[in-house]
């Protein structure tokens, strides 16, 4: 893994949403989907996913649901019911309830909150099957009340007719009935515009590859998104005491996943920087996925040597990362200077992928430096709210005049004499007015 002084690093600020190649290929997907609805949507399944189907068999059926308990050890359904427990435990506190404030004037001021009627949630399924990737788009959706939740995820990983048996079982037991078999671009297209099969959503929310990524970047607007949670990332902020096997093992628990995932040791000890170095090149000799994982580290991977470590908190605001792990010797009282991080793992048994299956936050996270300025999936994602106003009359008469001064001095008299309509009637606008 290479090692690189601080100052040799690349620290640009802009966001990199893919190569050209890639914004043209998402943007062409799309664009497909939406003009020719399932037709193209098929053509792209049997393109990129090797799948051949016909619409009839776009959904899963429940019968394909209830047979893939068959191909699932009891030890993962134990598993997933106990990962989906403290997710949703974790996610009960983030819930809202609607509000309402009565004024001493007797005005009622308030913000209701509502559901998302229908939300489309995708689940990654190209590389590896993310059956933990339901709970986490599911649960908070739950929580949130949402009535509606379409499940996609690509028919490409093996198992029941290209369906992984691990994600059918995840949905049955996380509640979800209307499942698809389409991922990729395609897959976002079809839950945002809609197709003859699938109904549209309100909100898609999901991690995935770069083409899931960008093809949601291209239909907000018609629908809302979570965010931008494309390839992987983990950043390790490590002093001399970290342990180099701890280190090494979770920058490559992320590498795995893609070869554009990145993984990032900043450390201001060269010592723990060769080490890791070196561990990391034995660790990959001995993963099953050591081909996208060697291409991530090649590609994307670095250790950063800082001057010091308040300079490595520095970078890791700049690179703001999905994942940060503060394995320093008192990461508590570091915590406070990390300003930009969609996820932060304290100290040594905070591995990463206690985070990924099992803590109960989300790891549905943004990623390519958009944890500045969003924020992991949480119950807020789906949710609405509208603001509600119950005017007394006599808050009326008190303000009147205020309101009518604004919208006189924005030049917007049609909005002064709606107030003063009133006004007049109540004898007020001309004391009001000073008139
Ligand atoms: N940020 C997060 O919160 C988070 C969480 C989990 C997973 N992830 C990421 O999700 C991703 C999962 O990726 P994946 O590929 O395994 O599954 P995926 O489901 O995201 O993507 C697979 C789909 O990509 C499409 N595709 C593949 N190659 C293409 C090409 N050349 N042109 C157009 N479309 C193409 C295909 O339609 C395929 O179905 C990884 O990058 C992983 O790091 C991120
Ligand atoms: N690390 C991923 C988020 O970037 C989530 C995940 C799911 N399964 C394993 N890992
Ligand atoms: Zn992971």
């Known amino acids: 893994m290479k090692i690189v002084p601080v100052q040799d690093f690349d620290l640009r600020r802009e966001v990199d949403y893919g190569t050209p190649e890639q914004n043209a290929r998402a943007k062409q997907i799309v664009s497909d989907v939406k003009t020719e609805g399932d037709t193209a949507l098929l053509r ?28 699932v050890e009891e030890s993962f359904i134990a598993a997933i019911s106990s990962a989906a427990e403290n997710i949703r435990s974790f996610h009960m506190r983030e819930k809202r309830n609607s509000w309402m404030d009565l004024q001493p004037d007797g005005s009622i001021l308030g913000q209701i909150i509502r559901p998302l009627k229908r939300v489309g949630v995708y689940v990654p399924g190209g590389k590896a099957a993310y059956p933990s990737s339901v709970l986490m788009n599911v ?23 290209g369906i992984n048996p691990y994600i059918l079982v995840a949905a049955a037991e996380a509640g979800v009935h209307e499942i698809y078999r389409v991922g990729g671009a395609q897959a976002i297209a079809a839950l945002a515009y809609g197709t003859e099969t699938i109904a549209p959503v309100d909100k898609i929310c999901g991690p995935g590859n770069i083409y899931v990524a960008l093809a949601k970047r291209e239909v907000y607007g018609a629908v809302d998104i979570d965010s931008i949670a494309g390839p992987s990332e983990i950043v390790v902020l490590a002093d001399a005491s970290a342990d180099p096997e701890y280190v090494a093992a979770d920058l490559l628990s992320q590498a795995e996943h893609d070869e554009m995932a990145s993984a990032i040791l900043v450390t201001p000890s060269h010592d723990l920087a060769e080490r890791v170095s070196a561990e990391v090149e034995r660790q990959l000799e001995l993963l099953p996925r050591r081909d996208i994982a060697s291409a991530s580290i090649q590609n994307y991977g670095a250790i950063i040597v800082t001057e010091s470590l308040k300079e490595g908190i520095s970078v890791v605001n700049r690179l703001a990362p999905e994942h940060l792990e503060l394995m320093v010797a008192d990461p508590m009282a570091h915590v406070g200077l990390i300003e930009n991080a969609g996820a932060i793992f304290l100290g040594a048994y905070s591995s990463e992928p206690v985070g990924d299956y099992f803590a109960g936050p989300n790891h549905i996270i943004p990623t390519n430096g958009t944890a500045r300025f969003s924020s992991p999936v949480d119950v807020d994602d789906f949710i609405k709210k509208s603001s509600m106003i119950y005017y007394s009359k006599e808050a009326l008469l008190k303000n009147g005049a205020a309101i009518m001064e604004l919208a006189r001095g924005e030049g917007l008299e049609a909005h002064a004499r709606a107030i003063e309509v009133r006004l007049k009637r109540e004898g007020k606008a001309g004391e009001e007015n000073g008139n």
Do not use: N
Not at 59 to 68: N, P
Not at 141 to 161: F, H, K, L
């Open 44 to 71: 792209y399944t049997r393109e990129l996913d090797r799948t051949e189907l016909t619409a009839d068999m776009l959904r899963v059926t429940k019968s394909e649901l209830d047979a893939a308990y068959g191909q």
């Open 139 to 161: 649960i908070p959706a739950q929580v949130a009340g949402v009535p509606e939740i379409v499940m996609v995820t690509p028919p490409a990983t093996g198992g029941m007719d």
